[in-house]
């Protein structure tokens, strides 16, 4: 099974997935897998010993030209399966000239619906967003632009509103033109990345009540100012959602779970007690 995942399931299309997605490292373990280039978008299942009636969607980071499915997705998702969660990984294609600027807004999208249409969160749908995964995590909550055209979806039933976000050292709007921190900051490649992230800025869109949000980041993040988190904690407040910011001294961009040997080591427990104050995890 791919990533020693349960399940996968093809997001849009029933193919197969042989020339769905590759890997930068064929024989790395599933732990330190990094996609680098998506084809076709795929689901991947990770189901609890003990179901909590709830589940998770990761969205792993790589600064939407790769993704860390390993360290930022399927060791995320066996966190959180073993606290209960049906966790599922997302393998969502890039924004470039092949699927466009919306590509992985309408994977995300269809993946939110995919998992409400499988039963398994009754009580509840999370997602969990590390770096650009948590930009787009935060895109759940805002508008889908009326000047895109959003894909057919096969569960037009379906919200794609998650009731509860994690987001982890994203970028949330300082890469996009006009509100960087950095002075003369060069437009990111490909072209599609850099209208993603001018076109979307959740911090300034969200919709009316968002959802409850768990906020990490590192106050001295070479690659994500922390500006973003404040950014975004700002604006949650302000549209009345439930939210809490965690602001570590001295850590790496992309901590994840495995930064051992430093305070920031802690925010997964941190963010359980989180869950369980606000009613998501029993």
């Given amino acids: 099974m791919i990533l020693d995942a349960d399940q996968a399931w093809p ?21 330190q897998a990094v996609v680098k280039e998506v084809a076709r978008p795929w689901l991947l299942g990770f189901a609890p010993a003990r179901p909590n009636g709830r589940a998770m969607l990761i ?43 919306a590509a992985p807004l309408d994977d995300a999208r269809e993946a939110v619906r995919f998992i409400r249409s499988q039963g398994t969160a009754p009580k ?25 055209t959003e894909p057919p979806t096969r569960y037009p039933e379906q919200a794609t509103r998650p009731d509860l976000l994690v987001i982890g050292y994203a970028p949330i709007s300082t890469n996009a033109r ?20 001018d076109r979307l800025q959740p911090d300034a869109q969200l919709l009316p009540d968002p959802p409850p949000t768990f906020i990490v980041y590192a106050a001295n993040d070479a690659v994500v100012p922390v ?9 949650l407040e302000q549209s009345g959602s439930a939210a809490e910011l965690h602001i570590f001294a001295d ?32």
């Fill in 59 to 101: 969205l792993g980071g790589g600064g939407y030209t790769a993704l860390m499915v390993g360290r930022e997705g399927a060791a995320v998702a066996r966190w959180l399966a073993g606290i209960g969660y049906h966790a599922y990984v997302l393998v969502h294609r890039f924004p470039n000239a092949t699927h466009g600027v």
């Fill in 227 to 235: 500006e973003n988190a404040r950014r975004l904690h700002r604006a």
């Fill in 11 to 31: 997001l849009w299309h029933d193919a197969p997935a042989e020339g769905a997605f590759v890997l930068d490292a064929p024989d790395a373990p599933p732990s």
């Fill in 251 to 282: 850590a790496p961009h992309g901590f994840a779970l495995d930064t051992l040997g430093l305070p920031v080591s802690a925010w997964r427990q941190m963010c359980e007690a989180w869950l369980r104050q606000v009613g998501f995890l029993e």
């Fill in 124 to 148: 509840g749908l999370g997602v969990v967003g590390l770096s650009s995964g948590g930009h787009l995590a935060a895109c759940l909550a805002v508008q889908y632009p009326a000047e895109w």
């Fill in 178 to 197: 006009g509100r960087t921190i950095i002075p003369d900051k060069a437009p990111l490649e490909p072209p599609e990345k850099q209208a993603l992230y």
